[in-house]
Nanobody, 117 residues
Framework: QVQLVESGGGLVQPGGSLRLSCTASGGIFRIYAAAWYRQAPGKQRDLVAT???????KYADSAKGRFTIARDNDKNTVYLQMNSLKLKDTADYYC???????????WGQGTQVTVSS
């Protein structure tokens, strides 16, 4: 079973930036697409960005132009660079491996992002 460990969250002012990281255990990382999700308090978990095993990226409308997803298969790690952060970006952020558009691994503990002035 793959284990996912997210990091990089924190408190940031509106307009600031954060870079999230997620490292997967095991040797299957490079086979799957990877994705970032987020869950705001009291809301469902939503897809933020995906990156295929070949590097093709897709973004939710809320993330387009501000967030960048990237992966390093040698490090079994997927990143989410978040710029121009807004109050509404406040959430717990999670990564997962994806197949056919669905997460395939157990969820990690997530990393909390708080955007506040």
């Amino acid at each position: 079973q793959v284990q996912l460990v997210e990091s990089g969250g924190g408190l940031v002012q509106p307009g600031g930036s954060l870079r999230l990281s997620c490292t997967a255990s095991g040797g299957i990382f490079r086979i799957y697409a990877a994705a970032w999700y987020r869950q705001a308090p009291g809301k469902q978990r939503d897809l933020v960005a995906t990156i295929s095993n070949s590097g093709t990226t897709k973004y939710a409308d809320s993330a387009k132009g501000r967030f960048t997803i990237a992966r390093d298969n040698d490090k079994n790690t997927v990143y989410l660079q978040m710029n121009s952060l807004k109050l509404k970006d406040t959430a717990d952020y999670y990564c997962n491996l994806n197949a056919l558009g669905r997460p395939v691994s157990s969820w990690g503990q997530g990393t909390q992002v708080t955007v506040s002035s």
